[in-house]
């Protein structure tokens, strides 16, 4: 076993899976993290503007099924209630 | 007859390109069909060395583009499959020498009498890539269970996706039973999930291609050698049959001494 297995107890053909599944979403559509951060910051001041959202508990992904890749964005609206009760 | 043109490539070089267009050559001309094979990498050429043809090479593709000869000049007959040829590359020239309907059209002339036609495609995704793939039937990838080479296969899916030349089919390469065993190679279907195209021959790591490259003489001829019978494989999948898949786990002692009390 080498020294990063013992570190991570991860074998390294899953970390190669892991990178690969990783590089090959960006490849196929050509964002990198760095501009997906950036959308991810322009759609949430887009959307922030119109309703209340919790920015932390926002999730902005790439995601892929077979060859095809989406842009998924989950994004949890704060209940008009509570804030009326502010 | 309509001959059917096969285009072997792989975005990444040294994946084995060219060790599967011999051998593929050599198993479907064994059985019985007229194949020919073009060398696409242009001012490196290798599938005449690898196939031991190099020293008959008078005309190259670049002289049937340009007209200094007839196709026919150019097909160098194989020293012991008499219904198979090659068409080398030119090695002064450059891959601008030829351009993809030069390609379309040699390939046209050639399926009027020709099985098979399998084009050798330089690495990389410009102009010797664009020659390659232009006159196929199907693009077959070769990969190997390694980050640079996948990687470079996706590259090469997306960009006959987006040329419409069909789905390609994947060749796993050089894979080795006992590295995946212990985890430290992608297998199969590692490779499997993250391209998603339709896997047509999976090759184990054979250090006899080596010798076999040494000799000019492709494995597919050995009866005994694994990688030899797994390209057998691959030729037959291409001819319309179905052939299970080889088992890649490393032989035990026993395994083997049973094989050897089967011969």
Not at chain 2, 3 to 20: D, E, Q, R
Not at chain 2, 64 to 86: S, Y
Not at chain 2, 227 to 234: E, K, L, P, W
């Amino acid at each position: 076993m080498s020294f990063f297995e013992r570190l991570t107890g991860k074998k390294s053909a899953s970390s190669a899976k892991e990178r690969l599944q990783l590089v090959l979403i960006h490849d196929r559509v050509d964002l990198t993290p760095a501009v997906l951060d950036a959308l991810k910051e322009e759609l949430l001041a887009v959307i922030s503007r119109h309703v209340d959202i919790d920015p932390s508990s926002v999730h902005v992904e790439l995601a892929s099924e077979g060859r095809n890749q989406r842009l998924v964005a989950d994004i949890p609206l704060k209940a008009a209630a509570r804030q009326r009760a502010r | 007859m309509t001959g059917k043109v096969i285009t072997i490539t792989s975005g990444k070089g040294g994946v084995g390109k060219t060790t599967a267009v011999a051998n593929l050559a050599v198993a479907l001309a064994a059985d019985g069909k007229k194949v020919v094979c073009i060398d696409g990498d242009i001012g490196l050429r290798n599938l005449d060395v690898v196939m031991g043809l190099e020293n008959r090479i008078v005309y190259d593709i670049v002289d049937v583009v340009e007209g200094r000869c007839k196709t026919r000049q150019a097909m160098i007959r194989d020293k012991r499959l008499p219904e198979l040829f090659l068409i080398p590359a030119a090695q002064t020239r450059d891959k601008n020498a030829v351009s993809p309907s030069d390609m379309v059209r040699l390939c046209d002339e050639l399926r009027q009498d020709i099985d098979w036609i399998l084009i050798d495609s330089p690495a990389g995704i410009e102009r010797g890539f664009r020659n390659a793939i232009a006159p196929a039937d199907k693009v077959l990838i070769v990969t190997n269970p390694e980050m640079s080479a996948v990687r470079d296969a996706d590259r090469v899916v997306g960009l006959l996706e987006a040329e419409e030349k069909g789905s390609p089919s994947l060749v796993v390469n050089r894979l080795n039973p006992a590295m995946i065993k212990r985890g430290d190679m992608l297998s199969v279907d590692d490779v499997y999930d993250l391209l998603r195209i339709d896997v047509i021959g999976i090759v184990p790591e054979d250090e006899n291609v080596i010798v076999a490259s040494n000799r000019g003489a492709p494995l597919a001829l050995e009866a005994k050698s694994r990688a030899g019978q797994a390209f057998r494989n691959i030729a037959r999948r291409l001819e319309g049959h179905q052939v299970p898949f080889m088992e890649l786990e490393s032989q035990g002692l026993w395994e083997r001494l049973a094989r050897m009390g089967r011969k």
